[in-house]
Protein backbone atom coordinates (compact mmCIF):
# COMPACT_ATOMS: atom_id res chain seq x y z
CA UNK A 1 0.00 0.00 0.00
CA UNK A 2 1.84 3.33 -1.07
CA UNK A 3 0.32 6.58 1.19
CA UNK A 4 1.17 10.04 0.36
CA UNK A 5 0.99 12.93 2.56
CA UNK A 6 1.07 16.34 1.40
CA UNK A 7 1.74 19.30 4.20
CA UNK A 8 0.87 22.81 2.50
CA UNK A 9 2.44 26.19 3.37
CA UNK A 10 4.08 27.30 6.73
CA UNK A 11 3.59 23.44 8.04
CA UNK A 12 8.01 23.26 7.00
CA UNK A 13 8.14 25.06 10.38
CA UNK A 14 6.39 22.64 12.77
CA UNK A 15 8.37 22.73 15.55
CA UNK A 16 9.39 26.31 15.64
CA UNK A 17 5.86 28.12 14.36
CA UNK A 18 3.71 28.97 17.02
CA UNK A 19 4.26 26.04 19.43
CA UNK A 20 1.35 26.35 21.82
CA UNK A 21 -0.55 25.45 18.38
CA UNK A 22 1.21 23.33 16.76
CA UNK A 23 3.40 21.65 19.18
CA UNK A 24 7.24 21.48 19.41
CA UNK A 25 7.99 18.14 16.67
CA UNK A 26 9.34 18.96 13.69
CA UNK A 27 7.50 16.75 10.74
CA UNK A 28 10.20 14.75 9.48
CA UNK A 29 10.61 13.22 13.48
CA UNK A 30 7.14 12.66 13.61
CA UNK A 31 7.43 11.11 9.93
CA UNK A 32 10.04 8.72 11.10
CA UNK A 33 7.61 7.56 14.01
CA UNK A 34 5.01 6.89 11.36
CA UNK A 35 7.14 4.90 9.18
CA UNK A 36 8.09 2.73 11.75
CA UNK A 37 4.71 2.33 13.04
CA UNK A 38 3.13 1.47 9.28
CA UNK A 39 6.29 -0.43 8.48
CA UNK A 40 4.47 -2.59 5.80
CA UNK A 41 3.02 0.60 4.16
CA UNK A 42 4.98 2.93 1.65
CA UNK A 43 4.73 6.34 3.06
CA UNK A 44 5.71 9.40 0.79
CA UNK A 45 6.11 12.76 2.19
CA UNK A 46 5.93 16.25 0.48
CA UNK A 47 5.55 19.25 1.86
CA UNK A 48 5.70 23.17 -0.45
CA UNK A 49 4.32 26.27 0.34
CA UNK A 50 3.31 26.88 -3.34
CA UNK A 51 -0.38 26.27 -4.11
CA UNK A 52 0.47 25.24 -8.19
CA UNK A 53 3.20 22.93 -6.70
CA UNK A 54 0.84 20.89 -4.48
CA UNK A 55 -1.61 20.48 -7.31
CA UNK A 56 1.10 19.03 -9.51
CA UNK A 57 2.09 16.59 -6.64
CA UNK A 58 -1.70 15.44 -6.42
CA UNK A 59 -1.68 14.94 -10.07
CA UNK A 60 1.59 12.96 -10.33
CA UNK A 61 0.23 10.73 -7.36
CA UNK A 62 -3.45 10.60 -7.60
CA UNK A 63 -3.77 8.21 -10.47
CA UNK A 64 -1.74 5.11 -8.58
CA UNK A 65 -1.53 6.31 -5.11
CA UNK A 66 -3.90 4.06 -2.25
CA UNK A 67 -4.64 7.49 -0.15
CA UNK A 68 -3.72 11.01 0.06
CA UNK A 69 -3.51 12.52 3.54
CA UNK A 70 -3.54 16.53 2.95
CA UNK A 71 -2.90 19.40 5.57
CA UNK A 72 -3.43 22.26 2.89
CA UNK A 73 -2.61 24.59 6.06
CA UNK A 74 -4.30 28.12 4.89
CA UNK A 75 -4.88 26.79 1.27
CA UNK A 76 -7.49 24.87 3.12
CA UNK A 77 -9.76 28.02 3.41
CA UNK A 78 -9.27 29.42 0.21
CA UNK A 79 -8.03 27.08 -2.49
CA UNK A 80 -10.31 26.34 -4.86
CA UNK A 81 -7.50 25.24 -7.55
CA UNK A 82 -6.68 22.30 -4.75
CA UNK A 83 -10.57 21.38 -4.13
CA UNK A 84 -10.45 20.69 -8.43
CA UNK A 85 -7.31 18.96 -8.02
CA UNK A 86 -8.79 16.24 -5.69
CA UNK A 87 -11.83 16.09 -7.55
CA UNK A 88 -9.85 15.23 -10.68
CA UNK A 89 -7.96 12.46 -9.20
CA UNK A 90 -8.79 8.80 -8.66
CA UNK A 91 -7.44 8.11 -5.00
CA UNK A 92 -8.72 8.97 -2.08
CA UNK A 93 -8.10 11.76 -0.25
CA UNK A 94 -8.33 12.97 3.60
CA UNK A 95 -8.10 16.46 4.61
CA UNK A 96 -6.19 16.59 8.10
CA UNK A 97 -5.49 19.52 10.72
CA UNK A 98 -3.20 19.49 13.87
CA UNK A 99 -5.16 22.25 15.65
CA UNK A 100 -9.39 22.26 16.11
CA UNK A 101 -9.59 24.81 13.44
CA UNK A 102 -13.21 25.13 14.68
CA UNK A 103 -12.20 26.21 18.39
CA UNK A 104 -10.12 28.91 16.31
CA UNK A 105 -10.85 32.05 13.93
CA UNK A 106 -13.73 32.06 12.21
CA UNK A 107 -12.29 32.03 9.12
CA UNK A 108 -10.68 28.60 9.62
CA UNK A 109 -14.10 26.84 10.43
CA UNK A 110 -14.58 26.66 6.80
CA UNK A 111 -13.00 24.19 3.84
CA UNK A 112 -12.64 24.40 0.10
CA UNK A 113 -11.21 20.88 0.11
CA UNK A 114 -13.13 19.14 2.69
CA UNK A 115 -16.34 18.34 0.48
CA UNK A 116 -13.91 16.98 -1.71
CA UNK A 117 -12.32 14.42 0.65
CA UNK A 118 -13.13 10.98 1.97
CA UNK A 119 -13.40 12.38 5.82
CA UNK A 120 -11.47 15.27 8.06
CA UNK A 121 -9.63 14.82 10.68
CA UNK A 122 -8.90 17.92 12.77
CA UNK A 123 -7.55 18.77 16.56
CA UNK A 124 -5.38 16.08 17.43
CA UNK A 125 -2.02 17.30 16.94
CA UNK A 126 0.21 15.23 14.96
CA UNK A 127 -2.18 12.18 16.05
CA UNK A 128 -4.25 13.61 13.30
CA UNK A 129 -1.95 12.26 10.53
CA UNK A 130 -2.23 8.89 12.04
CA UNK A 131 -5.69 8.64 12.68
CA UNK A 132 -5.78 9.09 8.74
CA UNK A 133 -3.12 6.03 7.63
CA UNK A 134 -5.44 3.95 10.21
CA UNK A 135 -8.10 4.50 8.02
CA UNK A 136 -6.57 3.99 4.87
CA UNK A 137 -5.69 0.70 6.39
CA UNK A 138 -8.31 -0.23 8.29
C1 LIG B 1 -3.73 24.00 10.00
C2 LIG B 1 -4.88 24.98 10.30
C3 LIG B 1 -4.93 26.08 9.28
O1 LIG B 1 -5.98 26.98 9.57
C4 LIG B 1 -3.62 26.86 9.29
O2 LIG B 1 -3.63 27.86 8.30
C5 LIG B 1 -2.43 25.99 9.17
C6 LIG B 1 -2.41 24.72 9.88
C7 LIG B 1 -3.59 22.91 11.09
O3 LIG B 1 -2.92 21.92 10.81
O4 LIG B 1 -4.12 23.06 12.19
O5 LIG B 1 -1.44 26.36 8.55
O6 LIG B 1 -4.02 23.34 8.77
Redesign the pocket.
Known amino acids: MKIQIIN ?4 NLLGVREKS ?2 GNTNFETYLEELKKRFADIEISYYQSNVEGEIINKLHEIGFSYDGIVI ?4 Y ?2 TSIAIADAIAAINTPVIE ?6 YK ?1 EEF ?1 HSSMLAACCKGVI ?1 GFGMD ?1 YRLAIENFSA
Open positions: GPNLIYNAGATHVHISNVRRAS
